[in-house]
């Protein structure tokens, strides 16, 4: 689960993080995504780039 604001600046991050995901599964570049998805600040980047899904990890637990 994508935090819905930057740790830092507090702008929202979760609405880019489907269109991020999808299109670096893809192969695209990351640094082009985060351009055209118009994250500017090294703190938002940040939060998508090192991201990891956990959900999947926890899920046996449940």
């Known amino acids: 689960m994508i935090p819905v ?5 507090g702008k ?5 993080w489907k269109e991020f995901k999808e299109r670096r ?3 695209e570049d990351p640094k ?4 055209d998805l118009g994250l500017e600040r ?3 980047r940040r939060m998508l780039l090192t991201h990891k899904e ?4 926890l899920n046996p637990y449940q």
């Not at 604001?5 to 600046?9: I, L, Q, S």
């Open 12 to 16: 929202v991050v979760s609405t880019a």
């Open 54 to 57: 956990t959900v999947e990890d």
């Open 5 to 9: 604001r930057c740790f830092t600046c």
């Open 32 to 35: 082009r995504i985060l351009d």
């Open 42 to 44: 090294y703190c938002c």
């Open 25 to 27: 599964d893809a192969g």
